[in-house]
């Protein structure tokens, strides 16, 4: 039950709107932020048809549309070539960026909507564009005087010279803002991508367990429940951690993410590591141990919060690309002047072409495609680390297992007055 309620506030507290529909095109479900970017309350809308959502001249043709979606369903995102709106309660209408995915269960179909409010993108897009059709205009303008004034004196002329290397300037400034905006449109378009995808698998086993345990209800079926009860808590840890890693890389992005770094006294240290040692051999697989050891008596200079979310990333993956049975071994050290740590596994470790791209937004190495992941950990890593000014070393080669170095000077503080 725990689990579920976690599940739902996953579900409830997401940064995009989800609205889920049943094969009649019936909303079943409908989350916080949907409630905000739509103007309804959930109870306001269930049971009621998707095209309630939709402008009311855009109602009609859109049951032929969905219809045809429904009898050939497809993971997609809707709107190539054309801007989709959706309408408020209130009857107002905004931009949106829609991603369908769906499900299956009890062979009957489940559309599930993922809906982006894009009104403050589409308002940029209109400045720039008015932007451009200003520059153009000021160009025209500027290449016409520069061919009436082409026999003036020299102070015109310099005078000309430096209005041209400022519109070159704006210029670039207004080119650069395009980038910028396509970098994040395409980090929203991945983001979309990935969720859809990665969130279809804990779903349909999610959805697919609570039915089979609505079915073991005597004392002998004991074991299956466990089993099932032990299927959707694993789904919702895994889309926890999907959520988990967006929210960090969005963190990164904007930003957001200041490190604090302080003196961590050596026993505290090592109770915290401890800490989070047992936390991670909850998900551990059969038979694997997570060996921790460490070097030296010095506290450690770090932002407590950012290297234990490393360690759990880098240990997180030591454990799902290693067989069961197996021995992941952690160690630190700290002599003062350079904080390292390791965590080495025996998993299937990585190619040499695929290792030049592992830190890399959204890469997944070829021989984990068929692995539970979105491809941001290590990103988030790296990037934890630059703020740290630390640095990450790899070590690794195919059915050899993976070791991870990270490293943190000590040196940039001031030691404390009591040491």
Same mark, same amino acid.
């Given at each position: 039950m725990e =689990?579920m309620?976690q599940?739902?506030?996953?579900? $409830? =507290?997401a940064?995009i709107?989800?609205? #889920?529909c049943?094969? $009649?095109a019936?909303?079943? @479900?409908f989350?916080?932020?949907?409630?905000?970017?739509?103007g309804?309350t959930k109870?306001e809308?269930l049971?009621k048809?998707?095209?309630?959502?939709?402008?009311?001249k855009?109602?009609?043709?859109?049951?032929?549309?969905? @219809? =045809?979606?429904y009898?050939?369903?497809?993971?997609k995102v809707?709107?190539?070539g054309? $801007?989709l709106?959706g309408?408020k309660k209130?009857?107002?209408?905004?931009?949106?960026e829609?991603s369908l995915s769906h499900y299956h269960?009890k062979?009957e179909v489940?559309?599930i909507?993922f809906?982006?409010?894009?009104?403050?993108r589409k308002n940029?897009e209109?400045?720039v564009?008015?932007h451009?059709?200003?520059?153009?205009?000021?160009?025209?303008?500027?290449t016409?005087?520069?061919i009436?004034?082409?026999?003036?004196?020299e102070n *015109?002329?310099k005078?000309?010279? +430096?209005?041209?290397?400022?519109l070159?300037?704006s210029k670039?400034?207004?080119?650069?803002?395009?980038?910028k905006e396509?970098?994040l !449109?395409?980090?929203?378009?991945g983001?979309?991508?990935m969720?859809?995808?990665?969130?279809r698998?804990?779903?349909?086993t999610?959805?697919?367990?609570?039915?089979l345990l609505s079915?073991?209800?005597?004392?002998?079926?004991?074991p299956?429940r466990e089993?099932?009860?032990n *299927?959707?808590r694993?789904a919702?840890?895994?889309?926890?951690s999907?959520l988990?890693?967006? #929210?960090?890389? !969005?963190?990164l992005?904007?930003g957001s993410v200041?490190?604090?770094?302080?003196?961590v006294?050596?026993?505290?240290?090592l109770? +915290?590591?401890?800490?989070?040692v047992?936390?991670?051999?909850?998900l551990t697989?059969?038979?694997? /141990?997570? /060996?921790f050891? =460490?070097d030296g008596?010095?506290?450690?200079?770090?932002?407590l919060?950012? #290297?234990k979310?490393?360690?759990?990333?880098?240990?997180?993956?030591?454990?799902?690309?290693s067989?069961?049975?197996?021995?992941?071994?952690l160690?630190?050290a700290c002599?003062g002047?350079?904080f390292?740590?390791?965590v080495k596994?025996q998993?299937i !470790?990585?190619?040499?072409d695929?290792?030049?791209h592992?830190f890399? /937004?959204f890469?997944?190495?070829?021989n984990?495609?068929n692995?539970?992941?979105?491809g941001? !950990?290590?990103?988030?890593?790296a990037?934890y680390l630059e703020l740290?000014h630390?640095?990450?070393?790899?070590r690794?080669?195919?059915?050899q297992?993976?070791?991870?170095?990270?490293?943190?000077p000590?040196?940039?503080?001031?030691k $404390?007055p009591?040491?």
């Amino acid at each position: 039950m725990e =689990h579920m309620q976690q599940f739902e506030a996953l579900f $409830d =507290h997401a940064t995009i709107g989800i609205v #889920l529909c049943n094969k $009649d095109a019936e909303i079943i @479900n409908f989350n916080a932020q949907a409630e905000a970017q739509f103007g309804y309350t959930k109870d306001e809308v269930l049971g009621k048809k998707i095209e309630v959502l939709l402008p009311v001249k855009y109602r009609r043709s859109h049951v032929s549309d969905r @219809n =045809h979606f429904y009898a050939h369903p497809e993971n997609k995102v809707m709107g190539h070539g054309r $801007d989709l709106h959706g309408q408020k309660k209130d009857g107002t209408e905004f931009p949106v960026e829609v991603s369908l995915s769906h499900y299956h269960n009890k062979n009957e179909v489940y559309v599930i909507a993922f809906v982006i409010d894009i009104t403050v993108r589409k308002n940029n897009e209109l400045v720039v564009l008015k932007h451009r059709e200003e520059l153009q205009q000021i160009t025209r303008q500027i290449t016409q005087l520069n061919i009436d004034l082409e026999q003036k004196v020299e102070n *015109r002329t310099k005078m000309l010279r +430096e209005t041209l290397a400022e519109l070159e300037k704006s210029k670039k400034e207004v080119t650069d803002a395009l980038e910028k905006e396509k970098e994040l !449109g395409d980090l929203k378009t991945g983001f979309v991508t990935m969720a859809s995808h990665e969130f279809r698998t804990p779903l349909s086993t999610i959805m697919s367990s609570a039915f089979l345990l609505s079915k073991y209800d005597s004392a002998d079926d004991a074991p299956k429940r466990e089993k099932h009860i032990n *299927r959707i808590r694993e789904a919702v840890n895994d889309m926890k951690s999907i959520l988990e890693d967006f #929210l960090s890389l !969005g963190k990164l992005e904007e930003g957001s993410v200041k490190p604090r770094m302080q003196l961590v006294p050596n026993a505290e240290y090592l109770l +915290e590591m401890q800490n989070a040692v047992d936390a991670m051999m909850q998900l551990t697989k059969k038979g694997q /141990r997570i /060996r921790f050891t =460490h070097d030296g008596a010095a506290a450690v200079f770090t932002d407590l919060s950012l #290297l234990k979310n490393i360690i759990v990333n880098l240990c997180s993956n030591a454990i799902k690309f290693s067989p069961e049975g197996t021995v992941i071994q952690l160690h630190s050290a700290c002599d003062g002047q350079l904080f390292t740590l390791s965590v080495k596994d025996q998993g299937i !470790g990585i190619s040499e072409d695929d290792q030049q791209h592992l830190f890399e /937004r959204f890469f997944r190495a070829k021989n984990a495609a068929n692995i539970q992941g979105t491809g941001l !950990g290590l990103h988030i890593v790296a990037k934890y680390l630059e703020l740290m000014h630390g640095q990450i070393e790899l070590r690794s080669a195919l059915d050899q297992g993976t070791e991870f170095i990270i490293q943190i000077p000590q040196s940039n503080h001031e030691k $404390d007055p009591a040491d």
